[in-house]
């Protein structure tokens, strides 16, 4: 969209927002007060559409001497071999799920027009091509990007003058697939191939598919269970491609090494315990393969060297409860990240790259500093900290000097990409905030000095038209929390406006400050939009998560609702038009808040939540149960963990109450969290809320744990949220 029509939607939007405002001023007098209070209460917000009743049947549960009865257990459809379709769910749960999405169809309906324009807002920001810088390799540049007007990606390589050949053009690829995402592209080092990881079905089971760039010809070297994110990575010699295979449960459990011609594949490594993650990359210079195997309190790494790359891997440090650490080169050592000797915000040591020894401290243990990652390169060791909770990058030199890059801004986020060559002479990062665009910014690895190599460009977008704000709620326990907020420009804290709050606070997942397309077409509707960095996530360091994590959930959800409070009392939102957002285990935390003050939030919206926690973590086959028990505890073993998740889980917890409008999503797909989690979160939900507000299932029965990866699929959900927020406060 050309940017007067963008112009002559925001003035449309303006309109609106400013039309309502004027009628709401209207409403403090007489006659005009009394009229419009009797056509709101005489009609209804949502349609009256008659929502589907789901069977209580019962099913006792005996448990460590506890009983429970899972009234909805038979929603709960896993197959022992294979995915669930369309075609071979059984007839009860296929008839749930139709009949949810059914009614979800026809009280959203009313939406459409909303959410059209919010959709349509927000792809027209997104006309202008989206490319990251270049990076070069040996005189080769590789690039890729997202064209003005379209959804996917095309990643190409060029040498200096010449003409782009494209590796991989992701529309082609997803063309007549109803579903698919891509990850982990990737040249060899020698250049000839290239390789990436490709999910058409929707659950995470990918197929690896290479490139022959001399000739252009694309094959599938593994054709299935293959894991995607970082697992997968060519070898040193560009001979072979090590990735991870995925389990019948769908854990990464294996490390194979394939050929490049695909005639030869070799078993290197099988993990037995399935509480262990597994992630496989080259080290910093090429000169090992390095496979990390960890857990929330444990790790391993094994590596194997160039020119060595049919040995066994062999193990640095055997892993030991409640140790972890990470390995990378620098320097002609090894350096490893760790928590040893309860350094729980992580130190750098140099080891030995023969013996693995400890050889001295590079950067001691800070406590409330995080190390969040270590980039290295021969010029510098650059590293990803947290100070105050906020990024900020140091550089140190071999000569043992250091340099901190920071920046000003009340909140923002710091990236530096993995792919950059070992030999540059300048780090990229990646800086944004929710005002600001990303910058790729180039950085002197000698003297510091900063050079804007390419901002984002936005359509019809001036960052002076919005402010950001770091705020800090105090919760229960006198812990300072801090809140991201965005907002119009000189939107008045007199108490009147709506507000999204979004969390997360799982798993040590911080919620960083990111520029959001979808949050400016929130807010340039008279909307704030907050970030709630709640406990559980590591904003403030490895204590934060500590504080919201296992018997300190809690922490977590009063957090949560301690920020909502203080953004009312404070003035940034209007008393009871707050909603509510959160995804996965964010779903949790808007779940479990919901419980704990049913009337604080005009609506929530869980996108594939985590909210039958009891249920979930006492089935040991589930693929995420044994790697997380550290996090959420042992039901099946521990009577205390089976009496604090029974205490806080959304689904046991739900209650005779008014309960405010609640939108939740599932993927029919999703091994992560399944669909039967908000279906029965849903349902108990509609049976037991008093406030007459619907409660709706919305189940995508293509995708998984995440849609299809491109950008009018995920715009499109957003505009359903935003939408569904808009109308819980009209």
């Not at 969390?503 to 400016?520: C, K």
């Not at 209650?655 to 993927?667: D, F, M, S, V």
Request: charged residues 25%; contains cysteine.
């Amino acid at each position: 969209m050309e940017g007067s029509a963008m112009d002559r939607l925001a003035n449309k939007a303006r309109r609106r927002f400013l039309g309502g405002a004027a009628a709401m001023a209207l409403l403090s007098t007489g006659t005009v007060a009394r009229a419009a209070q009797k056509a709101m209460a005489t009609k209804p917000r949502w349609p009256q559409v008659t929502p589907p009743v789901s069977p209580r049947i019962s099913h006792v549960i005996e448990q460590l001497g506890r009983r429970r009865d899972d009234l909805y257990s038979w929603m709960k459809f896993a197959p022992a071999g294979g995915e669930r379709t369309r075609t071979n769910l059984p007839k009860a749960v296929a008839t749930m799920l139709t009949g949810e999405n059914a009614y979800a169809d026809a009280v959203l309906k009313p939406l459409d027009g909303m959410r059209a324009e919010l959709l349509e807002a927000m792809l027209a920001r997104s006309t202008v091509d989206v490319a990251a810088p270049p990076v070069e390799r040996d005189g080769w540049i590789y690039s890729s990007r997202i064209a003005a007007a379209t959804v996917h990606a095309v990643y190409s390589r060029s040498r200096v003058g010449s003409t782009p050949e494209i590796l991989v053009d992701e529309a082609e690829r997803a063309a007549g697939q109803p579903y698919f995402r891509s990850t982990g592209h990737q040249p060899s080092l020698d250049h000839r191939w290239y390789v990436w990881a490709e999910d058409v079905i929707g659950n995470d089971r990918h197929r690896i598919v290479i490139r022959d760039n001399r000739d252009g010809t694309i094959r599938t070297l593994v054709d299935k269970d293959a894991y995607g994110y970082g697992g997968l990575v060519f070898a040193p010699s560009s001979e072979w491609v090590f990735w991870i295979w995925r389990d019948a449960h769908n854990r990464p459990t294996r490390l194979y090494r394939t050929s490049v011609d695909g005639r030869t594949t070799e078993l290197v490594y099988e993990e037995k315990d399935p509480a262990i993650f597994m992630a496989v990359r080259r080290t910093a210079a090429d000169s090992f393969i390095a496979l990390t195997l960890s857990g929330p309190d444990t790790a391993e790494v094994r590596l194997i060297r160039a020119g060595s790359e049919g040995d066994a891997p062999a193990v640095v440090w055997p892993r030991r409860p409640g140790v972890r650490y990470e390995i990378d080169e620098w320097a002609g050592s090894l350096i490893a990240a760790t928590d040893a000797d309860d350094a729980f915000d992580m130190k750098l040591l140099r080891l030995d790259s023969e013996s693995f020894a400890v050889r001295d401290i590079l950067v001691p243990h800070r406590p409330g500093i995080p190390i969040l990652a270590m980039h290295p390169f021969a010029d510098a060791l650059v590293r990803l900290e947290r100070i105050d909770g906020q990024h900020s990058v140091a550089i140190l030199r071999p000569d043992g000097s250091e340099q901190r890059v920071a920046f000003e801004d009340p909140a923002y986020a710091i990236e530096i990409p993995a792919d950059q060559g070992y030999a540059t002479r300048h780090v990229l990062i990646i800086h944004q905030s929710p005002k600001s665009p990303r910058r790729w910014i180039e950085v002197g690895l000698g003297d510091g000095k900063q050079k804007i190599l390419q901002q984002e460009s936005v359509t019809g977008f001036d960052s002076d038209n919005y402010e950001v704000e770091r705020l800090f709620a105090p919760a229960p326990d006198g812990e300072m929390v801090p809140i991201t907020l965005l907002s119009r420009r000189g939107t008045p804290r007199d108490g009147r406006s709506p507000l999204l709050q979004y969390g997360y606070g799982s798993y040590g997942v911080s919620s960083d400050p990111e520029f959001s397309i979808p949050a400016l077409a929130l807010v340039d509707r008279g909307w704030r939009y907050a970030i709630a960095h709640v406990r559980g996530g590591s904003e403030k360091g490895r204590q934060w998560f500590l504080g919201g994590r296992k018997f300190n959930k809690r922490n977590s959800f009063t957090d949560f609702v301690a920020c909502t409070e203080y953004l009312e009392r404070e003035g940034y939102a209007a008393k009871g038009r707050v909603v509510s957002y959160g995804l996965s285990a964010g779903g949790l935390l808007v779940g479990a808040s919901m419980n704990l003050a049913p009337t604080l939030w005009a609506g929530v919206i869980a996108k594939v939540p985590f909210v039958d926690m009891l249920n979930t973590m006492s089935d040991g086959s589930h693929p995420l149960v044994p790697l997380f028990r550290p996090d959420w505890g042992d039901p099946l073993a521990d009577p205390k963990a089976y009496d604090y998740i029974a205490s806080i889980s959304p689904y046991e917890n739900v209650r005779a109450a008014a309960y405010p409008p609640l939108l939740c999503t599932a993927g029919l797909k999703d091994d992560r969290v399944p669909y039967w989690e908000p279906a029965k979160l849903v349902a108990e939900v509609r049976y037991r809320s008093t406030s007459g507000n619907p409660a709706i299932l919305r189940t995508d029965m293509d995708s998984g744990h995440q849609g299809s990866g491109d950008l009018k699929s995920e715009y499109a959900e957003k505009a359903l949220f935003w939408s569904f927020a808009i109308r819980c406060v009209a």
